[in-house]
């Protein structure tokens, strides 16, 4: 049972990526998603979750109104999109899944599935 995340890379400072997340061995539809990330020598960060239906989000502030995490339950699949980024975004972005996603973002320990991450650099 895992997670896999696609679609990180290498972007210039106010570039945009599209993270997605896929669930191997379980469906993914039943569950809350997290997306956290952890920046070189900093500890993980939760950024941002979404309920099992999609219809409640939540970030935190410092990619407020430049990422938005969104799903497909007939895809089977969960993204965070990346938009206006700063090399501060710099990390590995892992995806997880969890059972809530309320008025606040669950704390690390909460989420049950993870995946591998993929990297996100922002460099010039």
């Known amino acids: 049972l895992q997670l896999v995340e696609s679609g990180g890379g290498l972007v210039q400072p106010g570039g945009s990526l599209r993270l997605s997340c896929v669930a191997s061995?379980?469906?993914?539809?039943?569950?809350?998603i997290g997306w956290i990330r952890q920046a070189p020598g900093k500890e993980r960060e939760a950024v941002s979750c979404?309920?099992?239906?999609?219809?409640?989000?939540n970030y935190i502030d410092s990619v407020k109104g430049r990422f938005t995490i969104s799903r497909d339950n007939s895809k089977h699949t969960a993204y965070l999109q990346l938009n206006g980024l700063m090399p501060e975004d710099t990390a590995v972005y892992y995806c997880a899944a969890g059972y809530y996603c309320t008025d606040f973002i669950p704390p690390l320990k909460d989420y049950e599935y993870w995946g591998q991450g993929t990297q996100v650099t922002v460099a010039s």
């Open positions: 061995g379980f469906v993914l539809d039943v569950f809350a």
């Open positions: 979404i309920n099992a239906s999609g219809s409640r989000t």
